[in-house]
Nanobody, 113 residues
Framework: VQLQASGGGLVQAGGSLRLSCAAS????????MGWFRQAPGKEREFVAT???????YYLDSVKGRFTISRDNAKNTVNLQMNNLKPEDTAVYYC????????WGQGTQVTVSS
């Protein structure tokens, strides 16, 4: 399985971005998928996950602003990010959390104040 993330960029505070992660190989629909982020000088942290059945979990600070979704027909997992804040600035990574874990390359999200 390979994961390819896209959709990062520079946005002003209050703006929106949509990240996408395309998976190739494997049976995408049975995997738990997630988004993580790592800000400069900080450890990587969980942002959101989605189970094969569509159950979602979020970091408290993004609840109500971020939405994770999956399209099993297209083998993609998306992260809609609204009302972005400067503290959301980080490199965002998608991951397959079902064993064995697979991580994609990161995509930079920068939120200016």
């Amino acid at each position: 399985v390979q994961l390819q993330a896209s959709g990062g960029g520079l946005v002003q505070a209050g703006g929106s971005l949509r990240l996408s992660c395309a998976a190739s190989g494997g049976t995408f629909s049975i995997y738990v998928m997630g988004w993580f982020r790592q800000a400069p000088g900080k450890e990587r942290e969980f942002v959101a996950t989605i189970t094969p059945s569509g159950t979602t979990y979020y970091l408290d600070s993004v609840k109500g602003r971020f939405t994770i979704s999956r399209d099993n027909a297209k083998n993609t997992v998306n992260l809609q990010m609204n009302n972005l804040k400067p503290e959301d600035t980080a490199v965002y990574y998608c991951a397959r959390l079902s064993s064995p874990e697979v991580w994609g390359q990161g995509t930079q999200v920068t939120v200016s104040s």
